[in-house]
């Protein structure tokens, strides 16, 4: 926790019955003195703060988390968690299971945390352009824990049990994203190794840097040379593939409606594209979805495609405007 850190999230309106701020929770006063209010003082402001958007029924609000708390989170949850990291994209989403399934490798180095598993993988960055918000409102200050499964008092600011949301600014520059066509590309950002040198074809993409591919070791382009033959290797005991994610993200996605089975528009758009059945989904192969801060790669049998983003990823009522979900944290029930 850096207390330094300003509660505001661009949604700047007092209450007229109990003159908080309708997007941060707090007072005019505390608005106008937050630069001298010191530390001690801050650290009061933040405290009190879940409590008051809970009374103005504000279900949205920021932690006071730094970038290295996101960090620390994040290894958290995949360490000790008892839920589920979702990344979505136009038209695919794919959960990863927290803690990690046995076997995978957790690392952090830099901004960067992965889980790197036979089957799947995780990485999510966690720079300085990234906030952090809990949706819930159910926080019970600063005391409470980060999320179902993991040390209470981990991270300042997050009540047990609460969804946490990863976001960066809309304005922020989009991000680099493999090129819109048919020719299938080098995925250089891929974290497990042995996949950089395998096809992969873009078949979606948003304005804000989300995007997600299929990934096809028979596809070929003719302007790229083939990978190099390579001996199979020694497959992971099946403990330690990723298995079928429990669909611990249903409360994420029970007011928007259920994911869309079929999606005709993802294998119209350029052909059927690698590896999509008849009904133009992916069948086989991995299916990478990427956002601003990361990616999930997992086999086309464990994600979930629709004509939009996945509902659990859609910004709830009453988030600011002025940010972009990149991933969420549903912890398990």
Do not use: K
């Amino acid at each position: 926790m850096h207390v330094s850190l300003s509660p505001c999230v661009g949604i700047c309106r007092l209450d007229d019955v109990t003159g908080y701020c309708v997007g941060c929770g707090r007072t005019g006063d505390e608005i106008a003195t937050w630069s001298t209010a010191g530390p001690s003082g801050r650290r009061a402001i933040w405290a009190a703060l879940p409590a008051r958007l809970q009374g103005l029924g504000v279900g949205v609000r920021r932690l006071p988390w730094t970038a290295a708390d996101v960090r620390a989170f994040v290894l958290r949850t995949l360490r000790e968690g008892n839920g589920a990291w979702l990344l979505a994209a136009p038209g695919a989403a794919a959960s990863f299971p927290c803690p990690a399934p046995a076997g995978c490798e957790i690392r952090g180095y830099g901004e960067t945390v992965e889980a790197i598993g036979a089957d799947a993988a995780l990485s999510l960055r966690c720079g300085a352009d990234v906030r952090a918000f809990a949706l819930d409102g159910t926080g019970a200050g600063t005391s409470a824990g980060a999320g179902a499964g993991v040390n209470a008092g981990a991270n300042a600011g997050a009540g047990a049990g609460e969804r946490i949301a990863l976001a960066v600014q809309a304005n922020r520059p989009n991000a680099e994203r493999p090129p819109m066509g048919t020719a299938p590309l080098r995925d250089a950002g891929a974290p497990r190794e042995g996949a950089r040198t395998m096809p992969l074809r873009l078949v979606d993409a948003d304005e804000h840097g989300a995007w997600w591919g299929v990934r096809d070791a028979q596809a070929t382009d003719a302007r790229q040379p083939q990978p190099a033959a390579q001996a199979p290797q020694a497959r992971a005991p099946a403990a330690a593939r990723l298995p079928a994610p429990a669909d611990v993200l249903a409360d994420a996605r029970a007011d928007a409606g259920a994911y869309l089975v079929a999606d005709a528009a993802v294998g119209a758009r350029d052909g059927a594209h690698p590896g999509a059945g008849g009904d133009g989904l992916p069948c086989g192969g991995d299916v990478v979805i990427a956002t601003p801060l990361g990616r999930i790669e997992a086999p086309s049998a464990l994600a979930r495609f629709g004509l939009d983003a996945d509902p659990g990823l859609a910004a709830p009522d009453g988030f600011p405007d002025g940010f972009i979900i990149a991933a969420i944290y549903q912890p398990g029930q």
